[in-house]
């Protein structure tokens, strides 16, 4: 299909990790994103990776890449109340012009 | 701050009215989007600028949404007679360039009664 695809919502408890899965739609893809948007703010810069590469890990981030499959995956070490948030994984097509965006997973921290 | 700065951050006007929302990017930044966010739902592309070439329109959904960029810095997103199903939240974002990460102001959430 056309669309980038997130599962809608992920309940995590606080310590544990969550795994945030993203599918995507172009092979030719050459950088994938993570973002966060907090209530009423836009989204932030998580990180990103390119894709010539299978893992980047950023502390308490990790992100995981299978071209073959065209899936990608951001890991939460720890995950925190303060993690709670919604998250959109993107890629870019089109000659680099056009970023498409997931339609984001909520992420719930319980306590 | 350094950052992608929107105005206003709200806006609320009747059906019919026309509306302005402002976009101030990251300064050195060529490239800018716009983006619109309706309630619960992700991102849906509108309008990309890049340096002095033509601008991406393919994202806009009808004639009555208009962008400028003057000077290649300040962009202008202009919505004529507005309709109730425009109300979402518009955010703008610039980047160094085509391929590099974007960065995002804060969103125009615009409320059409």
């Known amino acids: 299909g056309e669309d980038v695809e997130q599962s809608l919502f992920l309940s995590v408890r606080e310590g544990d990790s969550s795994v945030i899965n993203c599918t995507y739609t172009?092979?030719?893809?050459?950088?994938l994103y993570w973002y966060k948007q907090e209530p009423g703010a836009g989204l932030q810069l998580l990180t990103y990776?390119?894709?010539?590469?299978d893992m980047k890990q950023d502390q308490r981030l990790t992100v995981l890449l299978n071209k073959k499959d065209k899936h990608l995956s951001l890991r939460i070490a720890d995950t925190q109340t303060g993690d709670s948030a919604i998250y959109f994984c993107?890629?870019?097509?089109?000659?680099?012009?056009?970023?498409?965006f997931g339609s984001g997973t909520k992420l719930n921290v319980k306590p | 701050g350094a950052g992608v700065s929107q105005s206003p951050s709200n806006k609320v006007t009747e059906k019919g009215k026309d509306v302005e929302l402002r976009c101030d990017p990251i300064?050195?930044?060529?490239?800018l989007y716009w983006y619109r966010q309706s309630l619960g739902q992700g991102l849906e592309f509108l309008i990309y600028?890049?340096?002095?070439?033509?601008?991406?329109k393919s994202g806009l959904p009808s004639d009555r949404f208009s962008a400028e960029r003057t000077g290649g810095s300040v962009s202008t997103l202009t919505i004529q007679r507005t309709q109730q199903e425009d109300s979402a939240v518009y955010l703008c974002?610039?980047?160094?360039?085509?391929?590099?990460?974007?960065?995002f102001g804060d969103g125009t959430r615009l409320s059409i009664l």
């Open positions: 990776i390119f894709s010539n590469m």
């Open positions: 993107a890629e870019i097509r089109d000659n680099f012009n056009k970023f498409y």
């Open positions: 172009d092979s030719s893809s050459t950088y």
């Open positions: 300064s050195g930044h060529t490239a």
């Open positions: 974002a610039s980047s160094q360039g085509p391929n590099q990460p974007q960065h």
């Open positions: 600028f890049q340096g002095n070439s033509a601008p991406d």
